[in-house]
């Protein structure tokens, strides 16, 4: 069975100051992770996705992630935040692109303060 | 980019009523439909897997007799929350998934059931 933890339930932060939200997953195969994003009664935006090829993955929008499967994580990391990046992230895990469903974590709200 | 369209976004309901929530594929066509469901603060809890012509998979715990779920086309799943009660109060979200576009969210629909 696959799981994912989401280490952090909140982290506040200071505008323009980096940030790290931490996943770790399970899986006896291999996944697919995922980054999602939530606004306030919202659904869910993919920010970044790791398939395969390059472990560190990265969005439009200043955030990139590190696959690493030796530790099994997931991170998600921005140097410089802003204010419109106060939201709820979940980090997910599937078994593929297509088909298989996606586990969530617990997600993390990320409250950046000027 | 793939788009898939949930209505209603919100729906106040009385106890003992159904609602039905409807997830439409724009431009594409969605063999599989995931129903979650999201509670405040919390994270998504996936309810069911709907394919397309056929009955919908459950997850542990859900009442399929509560919770009716079908996918008659290609472009349509319906969610009828069956007899609602104050406690399925709730955030529902469907998620599309396909080769081409991989997991694709609707906007969700916030459920308050009175």
């Known amino acids: 069975a696959q799981s994912v933890t989401q280490l952090d339930s909140q982290v506040p932060v200071f505008e323009e100051a980096p940030v790290e939200l931490r996943c770790n997953y399970s899986?006896?195969?291999?996944?697919?992770l995922f980054w999602y994003v939530q606004y306030p009664n919202q659904g869910l935006q993919l920010l970044l996705k790791y398939l395969s090829g390059s472990t560190l993955v990265e969005s439009i929008n200043g955030f990139e992630a590190e696959f690493n499967k030796s530790q099994t994580s997931f991170h998600l990391r921005k140097p410089s935040v802003h204010i419109s990046d106060t939201a709820e992230y979940f980090c997910a895990v599937g078994r593929g692109n297509q088909g298989g469903k996606l586990i969530f974590g617990q997600g993390t709200e990320l409250s950046v303060k000027p | 980019g793939a788009v898939v369209s949930q209505h209603p976004s919100w729906v106040i309901c009385k106890s003992g009523t159904s609602v039905k929530i409807e997830c439409r594929s724009l431009?594409?066509?969605?063999?599989?439909m995931f129903w979650y469901r999201q509670f405040p603060k919390q994270s998504l809890m996936l309810m069911a897997t709907?394919?397309?012509?056929?009955?919908?998979?459950?997850e542990q715990g859900v009442e399929k007799d509560k919770f009716l779920i079908n996918h008659a086309s290609l472009t349509l799943s319906t969610l009828t929350v069956t007899s609602a009660h104050p406690e399925d109060s709730s955030f529902y979200i469907c998620?599309?998934?396909?080769?081409?576009?991989?997991?694709?969210f609707g906007s969700g629909t916030r459920l308050t059931v009175v």
């Open positions: 431009d594409f066509q969605a063999t599989t």
């Open positions: 709907s394919n397309e012509g056929s009955k919908a998979t459950y």
């Open positions: 899986s006896s195969v291999s996944v697919y």
């Open positions: 998620s599309a998934n396909t080769k081409d576009y991989g997991y694709t």
